[in-house]
Every structure is written in C-alpha cells, then in structure tokens.
C-alpha cells in the first residue's frame, strides 16, 4: 500500500493514502514515527472533507442530468419498437442461422461513468464472434461507441472493419441511424447481421439482446427450403419488381429500422445505468464523509484534551 508521508514538529506522521482506509481510521506507523503521535493534523481530514463534498455534487448533478434525459428518450425508444416487429412477423427471426459471412455490430456508449453496460456488451459480442467463428467461416467486428472502440482495440484490432464515434453527440433520429446502416453496408460483406445491444427494461435493468438480420440470398434460400422464413411465400408481389428485388429493399429497410431501435435502447440503457452508477456513488460519498466527520471530530477533541491536559500538569508544576 502506498503511503504518503507528512512532518510536522520534527515528527513523522504517516497516514494512509486509500480514501477508503484513511476514512474508516487514521492508521499510523509506529516504527516511522519513533516518538508517537497523538493525532493526525485536523486540516488534513477538512482537506478531504472538502474533496468529498465537491465529488457527492458532481456524482448528484449528474444523475438529475441523466434522469432528465432518460425521460425523452424512453419515450422515443418504445415508440421505435414499433418499427421492426411487422419484420419479424413477415420474415420471421433465425438467430441460430448458419452462415459464412457474420458480421457483428456492438452499439456501445461513447462516454463512461455508467457501470458495466459497456462490458456487457463486449462480453457477448466476443462471445457471439467464438461461436460464429470457423474454418470456413470469416466474422468481423462493426463496433458503435468510442468505450466499445476502446476494449475491442485491446485484442480484437484484427476483426474491427469499422468503428463509429460521437454517434450521440446529436439528439439521435432515423435519417441520421439510416444513413449510418446504409455506410455499413456498402463497406461490409455479409451473410448475416447481428445487432449486439441492451434493450431498455427498467431504470436499474437491462437485457443484452442480439437481433439479426439476413441478407436478400440468405433469406431467399431459407424461405424456400421451408424454414422458419416459409411464410414468406404465401405474400403475393405487385408490381414490376421482382421478389428478388423486393427482398433486397426489405432487408435494407429492416436493418436500418433494427438499428434505430438498437441505438435508442442503447442509450435509454445508458441512461438508466448512469443513473444507478451516479446514486451508488453519492451514498458512498455521504457514508465517506460521515465517516471523515467522525475522524475530523475525534481528532480535535484529541488535541483539545492534550493541551488540557498539558495546561493542567503545568498549573500543578508552578502551584509546587
């Protein structure tokens, strides 16, 4: 454990320098210090008590931004859902597909201090990536957010095709997430997509979800080998365009309207993980600070009764 050295009256006083065990009690070594000291310095402890009430309203400011926020963009997020479930009801949902090109999205949050949402993420995307992985096979990473950027680039550098930052940096809306699907696109090759995200539940919980998404030929061939996509079939085509040619917009359609969702339970996830982070770390500020006041009011009581006490004994030395 480091420690942190201070000298005062030609004494050496060494105290901790882990808040947390310097909040709990002033430890001092006995063999630093040969001729003992009585308490450590009150200015020291207001010092800290001072740090600790600044980072308690910082910690409290930003979970009434966070909360603020999640307000709007829960809104918007379960207004988005209705957006993708007419295509799982037509095209149905093959998350267990086997395919040989996969490409993986992982929509993560471009600022920190909201728990491990984050980590959850990268969890099951490298998890997702060893179970799509093969001989035959190639998958490669698309990763949204600058924290999954960051995590990703520690070991996974290699199967990165693209990265994508600053996407929150504006209030989110389906043209911009459209334009972003439809750069993916035409940078990938894919058999399959699958969307790595949280879906929003509650302020304190979210579900890491995967939703994926087939290519035109992937779902052509599935629909009529008779599988989960057979239902496909039984939908009449109107106009000069080909069922070819209908499934190509289909997808194109599906998957920027699954990333819009994606994104927006994301961040509405984020939000509420902030949220919880933000309160945790206020209550363990308050329970530091009274814990700081009682060693602060121990500490003067200490000197007070010390120079009492030297007072006194020299009283009684003259009175002799």
Known sequence: MAMAALR???????LSSNPSSFARSAVF?????????????TQIVRNRMSSVKN?????????????????????????????????TALLGDAPGVD???????AVSSDKGLCGGINSTTVKVS??????????????????????????????????????????QKNPLNYTQVSVLADDILKNVEYDALRIVYNKFHSVVQFIPTISTILSP????????????????DSYEIEGAETKAEVLQNLTEFQFSCMMFNAVLENACSELGARMSAMDNASRNAGDMLDRLTLTYNRTRQAAITTELSEIISGAAALSH
């Open 8 to 14: 005062k009256e030609g004494r050496r006083l060494v």
């Open 29 to 41: 070594s006995e063999e630093s210090c040969p001729f003992g000291a009585r308490s450590v310095s």
């Open 55 to 87: 980072i308690q309203k910082i910690t409290k400011a930003m979970k009434m931004v966070a909360a603020s926020k999640l307000r709007s963009v829960q809104t918007r997020t379960e207004n988005s859902r209705g957006l993708w479930q007419p295509f």
């Open 99 to 105: 395919v040989k090109k996969n490409v993986i999205i």
């Open 126 to 167: 490298k998890t997702l990536f060893k179970l799509t992985s093969g001989p035959e096979k190639e998958t490669k990473y698309v990763v949204l957010g600058e924290k999954g950027k960051v995590q990703f680039l520690r070991d996974s550098k290699k199967s990165m095709e693209l990265s994508v930052t600053e996407l």
């Open 217 to 232: 030929e992937v779902v052509e061939r599935e629909s009529e080998s008779g599988g989960r996509l057979g239902d496909l």
